[in-house]
């Protein structure tokens, strides 16, 4: 017997902070500064998506030196433990959590050097029912980990723990990936009189009428199916409906053209990785790419909605979101990485300085 979930403990007051109503704030902006202070200024129920991509807690500084002056970007990733780093990012996540709207959705990238800690501290935040995936995105090839020596796997993904504000009613596009060809040649092994290729589909209804399937006869075949005798009809008028060679039941024939893709999954391994040649790359450290960022705000947003993300970089989000026709604010204490993301969506998305975007 499958056992009930289990609660999530109540929120000890700290979690969360008495509602506030503030001014609302203008998007398109990018703020400079520390995150938490500029968050505490921003109004309750108002983005409709976050995504963070903070320090992961790896003890690490990172640094690329850019350009023909080989300007040096940097940030730094040393906390003085886990506990020290789950700390400095729990009265952030209390305010991401707050200024999300009840229908959005919240993204933590992180990796497996705190990945654990932080789902504990996004269920006590959220609630374990808001959890919905743990994605992971393959972002490296696996020789770029497993050194020589080392005596574990190679580490070559990151996770990204994905969370709603209420556990069902969330704003939910389905993107789909493309039938790779073994799945087509597995699975679509019929091929009609004009060369399109099909499979044949269930058309019977599971339960039968305990389930509310209506009984009538297709095809000559008395049984319980799962759609209304209106839309078998429908669909047998537009010859979608036959009996197998072998078989003898009537199947639905699903065309390969009629197909969307396989709806997206939670191992992402299509998207890769910046690298230093790429026409998106701004030299900036840990910068992600487009692509990623394309799929979470296309599956977690419509057009004018609101993208906030605290811990900006050199504004992949923000590029992103601009050119997805959303509204966005980003925030990073990093006067060179506010400038680089200023520089990049003056040049990629043509907006202009002064304005919410910080003067280089
Ligand atoms: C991993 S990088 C983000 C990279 C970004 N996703 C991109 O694609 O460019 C993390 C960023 O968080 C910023 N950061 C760290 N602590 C912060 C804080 N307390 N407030 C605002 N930004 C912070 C750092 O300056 C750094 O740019």
Same mark, same amino acid.
């Given at each position: 017997?499958?056992?009930?979930?289990?609660?999530?403990?109540?929120?000890?007051?700290?979690?969360?902070?008495?509602?506030?109503?503030? &001014?609302? /704030?203008?998007?398109?902006?990018?703020? #400079?500064?520390?995150?938490? $202070?500029?968050?505490?200024? /921003?109004?309750?129920?108002?983005?409709?998506?976050?995504?963070?991509?903070? !320090?992961?807690?790896?003890?690490?500084?990172?640094? *690329?030196?850019?350009?023909? %002056?080989? @300007?040096?970007?940097?940030?730094?990733?040393?906390?003085?433990?886990?506990?020290?780093?789950?700390?400095?990012?729990?009265?952030?996540?209390?305010?991401? =959590?707050?200024?999300?709207?009840?229908?959005?959705?919240?993204?933590?990238?992180?990796?497996?050097? =705190?990945?654990?800690?932080?789902?504990? /501290?996004?269920?006590?935040?959220? +609630?374990?029912?808001?959890?919905?995936?743990?994605?992971?995105?393959?972002?490296?090839? =696996?020789?770029?980990?497993?050194?020589?020596? +080392?005596?574990?796997?190679?580490?070559?993904?990151?996770?990204?723990?994905?969370?709603?504000?209420?556990?069902?009613?969330?704003?939910?596009?389905?993107?789909? *990936?493309?039938?790779?060809?073994?799945?087509?040649?597995?699975?679509?092994?019929?091929?009609? @009189?004009?060369?399109?290729?099909?499979?044949?589909?269930?058309?019977?209804?599971?339960?039968?009428?305990?389930?509310?399937?209506?009984?009538?006869?297709?095809?000559?075949?008395?049984?319980?199916?799962?759609?209304?005798?209106?839309?078998?009809? @429908?669909?047998?008028?537009?010859?979608?409906? &036959?009996?197998?060679?072998?078989?003898?039941?009537?199947?639905?024939?699903?065309?390969?053209?009629?197909?969307?893709?396989? !709806?997206?999954? +939670?191992?992402?391994?299509?998207? !890769?990785?910046?690298?230093?040649?790429?026409? @998106? &790359?701004?030299?900036? !450290?840990?910068?992600?790419?487009?692509?990623?960022?394309?799929?979470?705000?296309?599956?977690?947003?419509?057009?004018?909605?609101?993208?906030?993300? $605290?811990?900006?970089? #050199?504004?992949?989000?923000?590029?992103?979101?601009?050119?997805?026709?959303?509204?966005?604010?980003?925030?990073? #204490?990093?006067?060179? &990485?506010?400038?680089?993301? +200023?520089?990049?969506? %003056?040049?990629? #998305?043509?907006?202009?300085?002064?304005?919410?975007?910080?003067?280089?």
């Amino acid at each position: 017997m499958k056992r009930p979930a289990p609660k999530a403990p109540p929120l000890d007051p700290p979690f969360r902070r008495p509602a506030r109503q503030l &001014a609302m /704030m203008e998007t398109q902006n990018i703020y #400079c500064g520390d995150n938490l $202070a500029k968050l505490r200024e /921003m109004p309750d129920d108002w983005v409709d998506l976050v995504y963070i991509d903070p !320090p992961f807690n790896s003890n690490r500084v990172y640094e *690329t030196f850019w350009g023909e %002056t080989k @300007e040096k970007r940097a940030f730094d990733d040393r906390h003085e433990s886990t506990k020290a780093y789950i700390e400095f990012m729990r009265p952030r996540c209390v305010e991401l =959590a707050r200024v999300m709207k009840k229908t959005g959705s919240f993204y933590y990238h992180c990796d497996w050097h =705190a990945s654990h800690y932080v789902k504990v /501290m996004l269920d006590q935040i959220f +609630s374990e029912d808001c959890f919905q995936n743990e994605i992971v995105w393959k972002r490296s090839s =696996a020789h770029s980990d497993g050194r020589q020596g +080392s005596q574990h796997f190679g580490r070559v993904h990151d996770v990204l723990l994905f969370y709603t504000a209420n556990p069902r009613d969330y704003t939910w596009n389905q993107l789909y *990936t493309p039938l790779g060809q073994r799945y087509v040649e597995s699975h679509y092994r019929h091929t009609d @009189e004009s060369g399109r290729r099909f499979q044949y589909d269930n058309l019977t209804g599971p339960g039968g009428a305990a389930n509310g399937n209506p009984r009538y006869e297709v095809l000559g075949v008395s049984g319980y199916w799962r759609y209304t005798q209106e839309k078998m009809q @429908e669909l047998i008028a537009r010859g979608l409906v &036959a009996i197998p060679p072998k078989g003898r039941t009537p199947r639905f024939k699903r065309y390969l053209d009629d197909s969307k893709g396989l !709806p997206l999954q +939670s191992v992402w391994d299509d998207l !890769p990785p910046v690298n230093s040649q790429a026409k @998106e &790359a701004r030299g900036y !450290p840990t910068q992600k790419p487009l692509g990623l960022l394309d799929r979470i705000i296309k599956t977690s947003t419509d057009k004018d909605d609101i993208i906030l993300d $605290a811990f900006c970089g #050199c504004g992949t989000a923000l590029v992103a979101a601009q050119r997805l026709d959303r509204r966005w604010v980003g925030i990073d #204490c990093s006067p060179t &990485a506010c400038r680089v993301m +200023s520089k990049r969506l %003056t040049d990629d #998305c043509h907006l202009r300085e002064g304005g919410g975007l910080p003067r280089l």
